[in-house]
């Protein structure tokens, strides 16, 4: 059965700087892309980053490239996000996702993700 299991939300400042976990199991991590989501209110889940677990290639939405950035820990089965400069458009729930590598090295579209953790929200205070 998998699981992904987020951490890491919580209220900051403008500015500010988060560092979201999400913890997996029962997954086979080296034939895995994970990737990190977020929603706001009112609006579409947009993707934000992702990370192939074989390669450590990441990929980034252009709003967050330079100031988020994605890591794993294969020892630990965690993927991880750090937020730094933080804005208030940044709130949002964010989410872990996981999919199978296919052909496609990165996919920025939520359909394409088997599985998703439970969120975990980020607010950004201006």
């Known amino acids: 059965q998998v699981q992904l299991v987020e951490s890491g939300g919580g209220l900051v400042q403008a500015g500010g700087s988060l560092r979201l976990s999400c913890a997996a199991s029962g997954l086979t991590f080296s034939s895995y892309t994970m990737g990190w989501f977020r929603q706001a209110p009112g609006k579409e889940r947009e993707f934000v980053a992702a990370i192939m677990w074989r390669s450590g290639s990441t990929y980034y939405s252009d709003d967050v490239k330079g100031r988020f950035t994605m890591s794993s820990d294969n020892a630990k089965n965690t993927v991880y996000l750090q937020m730094n400069s933080l804005k208030p458009e940044d709130t949002a729930v964010y989410y872990c996702?996981?999919?199978?590598?296919?052909?496609?090295?990165?996919?920025?579209?939520?359909?394409?993700?088997?599985?998703w953790g439970q969120g975990t929200q980020v607010t950004v205070s201006s």
């Open positions: 996702a996981a999919r199978s590598e296919g052909i496609y090295p990165f996919v920025l579209m939520a359909a394409g993700y088997s599985y």
